[in-house]
C-alpha cells in the first residue's frame, strides 16, 4: 500500500484510472447484456434482422454450408435446423469451426449474442425448424431434481457420465461436460441434437422432464465438494488410481526414510 | 546417553567414551569386536560399523532431542488446533486452495491437523529409535528346515497308535460308510444353487433357465413406452436423429408380480430413427417401421446397458469394454469384444397408431450362456 500510496500523483495514474474506470463499466455492460432474454427470442423472424443475420451468415458460415445454406462436402445442409440450432453452435463457439477435426470444440464465443440471434433468424426463416426455447420453456425452479436424476441417468448419463462430467464416443468424439452449460443450452441441445448426440425431442421429453433435467445439472454444477480434489468426479476407478500412485508413492517414500540408516 | 551403550568396546581406554565412539585405525580393528553379550545375547554381525553423529558429537545427539522434542510439542498442538478448528469454524464455509478447488474450511482444517498430528507422534518416534536408541548389527542364524530323524519317527509312532486305537483300518464296513456319507452331504447344497433362477412370476414356473434367458416380456401388439414416464409413443414422435430408452407397456405390472428387474433388465429397449436410405441391412417388412429401429439396450459382450447412440455415425457405443453396433447395419459389431450383433425387436403400428413390439426378439438378448449355443 505504501508503494502504491507514493505513487499516486504521478502524472500518468490519471490515465490509468480512467483505463480502469472504461474498463469496469464495459464489463459490466458486456456481462449484463451477455445474457439472452425472453426479449430477445421474440424478436426472432423481424425482416431486417433476417436480412441482417443472411449478410452475416454469407461473410462467415457460407464457405461450408453453402450459399443458400443447402451444406456441402464441408458442412451440413442447415435447412431446418432451427433457430435453437444456430443459436447452440454459434453462442457456445462451436461455429464457426476454427479447424476441422472429430468434434467441434467449445471456444469463447465469435458473435455478438445479437448477431447470433439475427443469424439463427435467417436460420429459421428457411425452414421451420426448433425454436429457441422461452424463458418459462427454461425455468427450472419448480422442477423437481430427484425426478431429473432419474430421466438424466436414463437419458444423458450413458454418454456425459451420473455427474455429467462428460466422457468418450468412438474415434475421437466425446460427449463434453455439462459443468459450465447454461440451462438455455442445455434445452437446445437436448431439442437439437448437436453433432452426434441424438434427438430428445418434446414429443418423447416433454418441456416439464427437460426441466426436471436441467434442475439436476444446474445442482450437479453447483454441488460443493467439501474434500476438495473432487479427480473429476469419475469415481472409484479414478480415486483408485490416485490411490495406487500418489498415496503409495507417499507411503514408499516414508517407508523409504523409515529403513535409511541412520548418519 | 551414557557409555553404557557401547557394546563394541574393544577394551582400549578409548572406546569407553560416550555413545559408542570406537576407537582404531581401521575396518579391521572394528571387525574384532567381540561378541555382544547384552539383552537377547545375539552375536555382533562382522560386517563394517559407521558411529552415528549422535554417537559421536554429544551436541548432535542433544539437537536430535531437541528435535524429537520439537515433534511431539508441535503434534500436541495440531491437536489443539484440531479442536480449535472443530469449534470455531462454520461446517459451510469454503476456500478456494490452489489445486484442490473450493474446500470445506473445517474439512480441510481438521484434516491437516489430525493429520499431522498422528503423523508427528510417529516421525518423532521413529527418529528417536533411528538417532538416539542402540545402534548395533546383530546376526541371527538359521536353522534347518528339515526335522530332526527322532522327531519324524515320533510322528510315525503316532500316527499308527491312532490308526490301531480308532480302528479305522479293522471296521471295514463303517470306515466305507463314512466316506461315503461325506461324499453325500454336498449334494443338497448343490441342489439349493441349481434353484436360483427361479422367480415368483408363476408364468415363468417350470422353465428352464436357458428358456428363461431366451424370452423376453416384448410380444407381438404390446405398445412400447418410455423409459422413466411410461408414455406410449406414436412414430412421428420420434424425430430422424432421435433416441428413445423405452420398455414394454406393462412392465410395471410385470415388476409388482415378480418383485425383481429382471423383466426389466431383458426387455430394456432403445428406439432410433435413421433416415429409411441410411438403413443398410434391408431386413425386411417388420424390422424398421419408416426408419424406426428398436435394439435391445443390454450389450451382447457382458451385459452393459447401452444407449451411447450417435446419430450421424449410427454406432452404438458400450461403455464397458468399447464394443461398438453398427445400427444402420443390423447391429453388427463393428469394433470390441462383443461376439454376437446387438437383437433387434421387429417393430409396426397398432389401430390407434401407436408403436407395438411385433412380435418378441428372435434370439435371446443380454450376453451368451452355455445353452445358447
Known amino acids: ?263 | 546417553m551414557s557409555s553404557d551403550l557401547t557394546p563394541r568396546s574393544d577394551g582400549s581406554p578409548e572406546a569407553t567414551g560416550a555413545h559408542g565412539v570406537v576407537s582404531g585405525s581401521g575396518v579391521n580393528d572394528r571387525l574384532a569386536r567381540p561378541d555382544y553379550a547384552g539383552p537377547g545375547a545375539l552375536p555382533l554381525a562382522a560386517v563394517d560399523h559407521t558411529p552415528r553423529r549422535s554417537d559421536l558429537y554429544p551436541k548432535a545427539a542433544r539437537r536430535v532431542e531437541r528435535q524429537i522434542t520439537l515433534m511431539f510439542l508441535l503434534s500436541m498442538l495440531m491437536a489443539v488446533l484440531f479442536i480449535v478448528g472443530y469449534v470455531a469454524i462454520d461446517v459451510g464455509t469454503e476456500i478456494y486452495i490452489p489445486v484442490l478447488g473450493g474446500v470445506g474450511f473445517q474439512n480441510l482444517v481438521l484434516g491437516v491437523t489430525f493429520g499431522l498430528g498422528v503423523f508427528l507422534i510417529g516421525a518423532g518416534a521413529i527418529q528417536w529409535a533411528k538417532k538416539l536408541m542402540p545402534d548395533v548389527e546383530v546376526v541371527q542364524d538359521r536353522h534347518p528346515l528339515p526335522s530332526t530323524p527322532t522327531e519324524d519317527a515320533k510322528a510315525a509312532e503316532q500316527y499308527q497308535r491312532g490308526k490301531e486305537e480308532s480302528g479305522f483300518a479293522a471296521y471295514r464296513i463303517m470306515r466305507r460308510t463314512l466316506i461315503g456319507a461325506l461324499a453325500l452331504f454336498p449334494i443338497p447344497l448343490v441342489v439349493l444353487v441349481r434353484d436360483m433362477w427361479t422367480n415368483d412370476d408363476p408364468a415363468l414356473a417350470g422353465q428352464s433357465p436357458a428358456e428363461i434367458l431366451s424370452s423376453t416380456a416384448w410380444t407381438g401388439g404390446l405398445r412400447i413406452v418410455t423409459d422413466g414416464t411410461f408414455q406410449p409413443l406414436r412414430p412421428a414422435d420420434i424425430p430422424v436423429g432421435g433416441l428413445v430408452s423405452a420398455l414394454p407397456e406393462n412392465i410395471e405390472e410385470i415388476q409388482k408380480e415378480a418383485h425383481n428387474l429382471n423383466e426389466r433388465g431383458k426387455s430394456a429397449i432403445i428406439l432410433v430413427r435413421m433416415d429409411p436410405e441410411d438403413i443398410r441391412a434391408q431386413q425386411g417388412e417388420g424390422w424398421d417401421y419408416q426408419g424406426i429401429l428398436a435394439y435391445s439396450k443390454i450389450c451382447t459382450h457382458v451385459g452393459c446397458p447401452i444407449a451411447l447412440y450417435e446419430h450421424r455415425t449410427h454406432h452404438l457405443l458400450c461403455p464397458c469394454h468399447q464394443s461398438t453396433f453398427d445400427l444402420a447395419d443390423a447391429g453388427n459389431v463393428i469394433f470390441g469384444p462383443a461376439a454376437r450383433s446387438m437383437p433387434q425387436l421387429p417393430i409396426g403400428v397398432d389401430e390407434e397408431g401407436f408403436l407395438v413390439a411385433a412380435s418378441d426378439f428372435n434370439q435371446p438378448v443380454g450376453p451368451s450362456f452355455w445353452e445358447r449355443g
Not at chain 1, 490509468?16 to 424478436?43: F, I, K, M, N, R
Not at chain 1, 454450408?65 to 435453437?84: D, Q, R, Y
Request: aromatic share 6%.
Open chain 1, 1 to 263: 500500500m505504501k508503494a502504491l500510496a507514493a505513487h499516486r500523483r504521478h502524472p500518468i495514474m490519471g490515465l490509468v484510472l480512467l483505463l480502469l474506470a472504461l474498463g469496469v463499466v464495459g464489463g459490466v455492460y458486456g456481462v449484463a447484456t451477455t445474457a439472452p432474454s425472453s426479449a430477445d427470442t421474440a424478436l426472432v423472424g423481424d425482416q431486417t434482422q433476417i436480412e441482417e443475420g443472411r449478410r452475416l451468415y454469407l461473410e462467415g458460415c457460407s464457405s461450408c454450408h453453402g450459399l443458400n445454406a443447402e451444406g456441402g462436402s464441408a458442412g451440413p445442409t442447415l435447412i431446418g435446423v432451427g433457430a435453437a440450432a444456430v443459436h447452440f453452435q454459434v453462442a457456445t463457439g462451436r461455429m464457426p469451426l476454427a479447424a476441422p477435426g472429430a468434434q467441434a470444440p467449445v471456444k469463447d464465443a465469435i458473435y455478438t449474442s445479437e448477431e447470433t440471434l439475427q443469424m439463427a433468424a435467417y436460420i429459421a426463416s428457411l425452414a421451420p425448424g426448433p425454436a429457441i426455447p422461452t424463458a418459462e420453456q427454461i425455468d427450472y425452479t419448480d422442477a423437481d431434481i430427484a425426478e431429473g436424476g432419474v430421466l438424466f441417468r436414463i437419458n444423458c448419463a450413458q454418454c456425459h457420465q451420473a455427474a455429467g462430467q462428460g466422457g468418450a464416443l468412438t474415434q475421437g468424439k466425446y460427449a463434453p461436460s455439462l459443468m459450465s452449460a447454461t440451462p438455455q443450452e442445455i434445452y437446445e441441445a437436448m431439442l437439437t441434437g448437436p453433432q452426434n448426440m441424438p434427438i430428445f425431442a418434446d414429443t418423447t421429453l416433454p418441456t416439464p422432464d427437460k426441466q426436471a433435467i436441467i434442475a439436476y445439472v444446474v445442482d450437479l454444477q453447483q454441488a460443493p465438494s467439501p474434500g476438495g480434489l473432487s479427480l473429476g468426479r469419475l469415481g472409484p476407478v479414478v480415486e483408485g488410481l490416485f490411490l495406487w500412485t500418489a498415496v503409495f508413492a507417499a507411503l514408499i517414500g516414508a517407508a523409504v526414510w523409515i529403513g535409511m540408516r541412520a548418519r
